[in-house]
């Protein structure tokens, strides 16, 4: 179990916190926490974009960076700055993130289709709503993130906390979503199969759910 901050523990939490005991405690996450957490958001989002199951599992991993990349400069920033930042999360400046996040992938939805490249790749610009979605996910304050925070915030510096962010973040990509996101993506695909008007329903109503969520999470700021 890791030890809460205590006052001059700081010398002694980097010889008895590995980065394996991170990196466990991220999976922990990645496989409970972070799935039911994160599943309204992606799964809305690729419910609503419509495309093949290898743009599914390709905005699944991008959403899965963003979480390891926001872990490593949370990390950072905790073992630059200590403690102030678990009391900066603590005060709602996740839920603004998310916020924005969610507004902009529902935006981005009810923006005109764009026609795909011949090779097939991805939409341009449809990397970033689920790049920003799980980066701005990593910022809600719970006991696991409480508890990587303590750990950087006494490891000593930047680098230091870095690494047990990213050890942190390795740990929940690890996570349900991965099968369910593109599993999600081929029962609209299904869905829409034969049935042209669907789909535009599908996106519309997927663009202003997010766009509910992500109003719903700014008014919480109130």
């Not at 179990?1 to 990196?23: C, D, K, R």
């Not at 199951?53 to 073992?79: K, M, P």
């Not at 999360?89 to 924005?100: D, E, H, K, R, T």
Request: net charge positive; glycine share 16%; aromatic share 8%.
């Amino acid at each position: 179990m890791l030890e809460p901050i205590i006052p001059g523990a700081a010398p002694l939490l980097p010889e008895t916190i590995s980065l394996f005991s991170v990196w466990l405690l991220g999976v922990s996450m990645g496989l409970t926490a972070c799935t039911v957490t994160c599943l309204p958001f992606m799964g809305t989002w690729v419910l609503g974009r419509g495309g093949s199951n290898r743009e599914a599992l390709f905005d699944t991993g991008i959403f899965v960076l963003g979480r390891v990349t926001a872990y490593s400069l949370l990390g950072g920033l905790a073992g630059a700055l200590g403690v102030w930042l678990t009391h900066a999360l603590s005060g709602g400046v996740g839920n603004a993130f998310i916020g924005v996040a969610s507004l902009g992938a529902g935006v981005w939805l009810l923006l005109p289709a764009r026609r795909k490249a011949p090779c097939g790749a991805a939409q341009r610009g449809a990397g970033t709503p689920p790049f920003l979605l799980g980066f701005s996910l990593s910022l809600t304050p719970c006991a696991p993130l409480a508890s990587l925070l303590a750990v950087c915030a006494l490891s000593g510096g930047t680098l230091s906390g870095a690494g047990y962010g990213l050890s942190f973040g390795l740990g929940a990509a690890l996570t349900p979503l991965l099968v369910i996101v593109p599993l999600l993506s081929l029962f609209g695909r299904n869905l829409r199969e034969g049935r042209q008007w669907l789909g535009k329903w599908l996106r519309w109503g997927a663009a202003l759910v997010l766009i509910a969520i992500g109003l719903r999470r700014l008014l919480m700021l109130f």
